[in-house]
């Protein structure tokens, strides 16, 4: 069955650094668009970045622009967000999932179970 | 900037029909997207492009779209249904994604 397994969460210091994995499974990744999209405690869902299939095409939602960069293995079927100069605001929990078009509106199906990232001094 | 709105909290009994909307002015040109979250878990799509139900959701979750409204109905609600539920659609014209805020929807 289709599964993504994200990894890479934990603690890090406010301008601290973080690489977030997505390990996908049951379906071609080199076939899927992929995108981040972030859930602070206790609050809604943030969409934070995609990455096209072949890696042409990326965006970002404006509160991680020039920070995060959004990357992909298709020969590891692996997705990876770096993240970088981490703000307090930045804590959440990330999710990996597939994005089922490449036109607008993204929508996404299935997501991975989460990994938790925490910035703080 | 573009929001979609929704309210932030439904009630129901089991049994009953629960209905959670979600307002946005670009709903009328733009397909909505409907996920569950249960506590605790990651979410999960329930309707996507206004109407359509993905395979192994349940019958009672259906989908609906009038105007600048889309409407998401789960019927027969059930104990498990407890959940919060966000909506998702784009705006017309830079905006690929967003999300309402969420309806938590308690079943009493």
């Known amino acids: 069955q289709v599964q993504l397994v994200e990894s890479g969460g934990g603690l890090a210091k406010p301008g601290g650094s973080l690489r977030l994995s997505c390990a996908a499974s049951?379906?071609?990744?080199?076939?899927?668009?992929m995108s981040w999209i972030r859930q602070a405690p206790g609050k809604g869902l943030e969409w934070v970045s995609y990455i096209s299939s072949g890696s042409s095409y990326t965006d970002y939602a404006d509160s991680v622009k020039g920070r995060f960069t959004i990357s992909r293995d298709n020969a590891k079927s692996s997705l990876y967000l770096q993240m970088n100069s981490l703000r307090a605001e930045d804590t959440a929990v990330y999710y990996c999932?597939?994005?089922?078009?490449?036109?607008?509106?993204?929508?996404?199906?299935?997501w991975g179970q989460g990994t938790l990232v925490t910035v703080s001094s | 900037s573009y929001e979609l709105t929704q309210p932030p909290s439904v009630s129901v009994s089991p049994g009953q029909t629960a209905r959670i909307t979600c307002s946005g002015d670009s709903l009328p040109k733009q397909y909505a997207y409907w996920y569950q979250q249960r506590p605790g878990q990651a979410p999960v799509l329930v309707i996507y492009k206004d109407t359509e139900r993905p395979s192994g959701i349940p019958e009672r979750f259906s989908g609906s779209s009038s105007g600048t409204t889309v409407t998401l109905t789960i019927s027969g609600v059930q104990a498990e249904d407890e959940a919060d539920y966000y909506c998702?659609?784009?705006?017309?014209?830079?905006?690929?994604?967003?999300f309402g805020g969420g309806t938590r929807l308690t079943v009493l």
């Open positions: 999932a597939r994005q089922m078009e490449s036109a607008t509106p993204h929508w996404f199906d299935p």
């Open positions: 998702q659609s784009a705006d017309n014209s830079d905006t690929d994604v967003i």
């Open positions: 049951g379906f071609t990744f080199s076939d899927y668009y």
